[in-house]
């Protein structure tokens, strides 16, 4: 259904190579719409549907023996239910943010101290009253106040492995290069009051820096709307998400929205994904 998330999970019933979960649109589809993530011997699909239709899809399971066995089974288990947020595919509109530069967010691996909102602001249910940033493309929110590290593990979400109160607008193994590129914020009063976080021009890590740049934005409503804005991803397909993980999980790390998890594709220039509560 719209705004509804479908949730497939296969766990291996004997030692060996975990399933491999796809979802297409249709028989014959080229590409998929996701792809499980790995967790031991078992393994884990999501996928909201963005759009004000039903949607009607199809999934694949691939259960290798792996030359453990000469038989490979896996229970399978399919959910669908209407996700903590609605959400829904939007056109971007990226505000022009110009400054509060977080001079420490700078860097490979790195996150800041958290600062305060400037409004109250539920997630997830409970009210928030901070977030800060890490270089890794992701926010966190906290109850009072905390700070950000630059986590790398990238994971479908939600997860106990990645960061809690995490916003993740594209969660990767990004940098911020001293004069090319920052992470900066700004309060905003047009289209509802809220805070923008912005990441200009970052680079993927590490080695040479190549052609890619990334700007995106994550938009914090006062009503508890949450965008993310994908301002300008230029460069190759990487910068699209094949190697990201785009969604939100609350602050204990167990209710979450996944959008996509190292999915080809997943986000452009012009777009914008709204979670609505």
């Not at 928030?128 to 493309?137: I, L, Q, R």
């Amino acid at each position: 259904g719209a705004g509804e998330q479908l949730v497939v999970t296969a766990n291996r019933t004997e030692p060996g190579v975990a399933p491999t979960l796809r979802l297409f649109s249709a028989c014959g589809a080229t590409t998929c719409l996701a792809q499980s993530t790995l967790q031991g011997q078992s393994a884990r699909l999501t996928y909201v549907n963005p759009t004000s239709a039903p949607q009607e899809l199809l999934f694949a399971m691939n259960l290798q023996d792996g030359g453990a066995s000469t038989t490979a089974r896996a229970n399978l288990a399919v959910s669908v239910a209407r996700p903590p947020y609605v959400l829904t595919a939007i056109a971007a509109a990226c505000d022009t943010v110009t400054g509060n530069v977080l001079t420490a967010v700078t860097g490979d691996d790195v996150g800041g101290d958290s600062v305060p909102l400037p409004f109250s602001m539920s997630y997830f249910g409970a009210p928030v009253a901070a977030w800060s940033a890490s270089t890794n493309g992701y926010l966190q929110l906290w109850p009072m106040a905390g700070r950000s590290g630059g986590a790398l593990g990238v994971v479908e979400l939600p997860n106990v492995n990645a960061p809690p109160g995490m916003v993740a607008a594209f969660w990767d193994d990004l940098q911020i290069s001293a004069g090319i590129g920052d992470v900066r914020w700004g309060t905003f009063d047009a289209g509802g009051r809220h805070v923008t976080v912005q990441w200009t021009d970052a680079q993927f890590c590490c080695g040479p820096m190549g052609p890619d740049r990334l700007t995106f934005q994550v938009k914090l409503f006062a009503t508890g709307v949450i965008e993310t804005h994908y301002c300008a991803l230029t460069g190759s397909p990487r910068v699209n998400g094949q190697s990201a993980s785009i969604g939100m999980q609350d602050t204990a790390a167990l209710r979450g929205v996944s959008y996509a998890a190292r999915l080809a594709g997943a986000v452009r220039t012009g777009l914008a994904l709204r979670y609505t509560p």
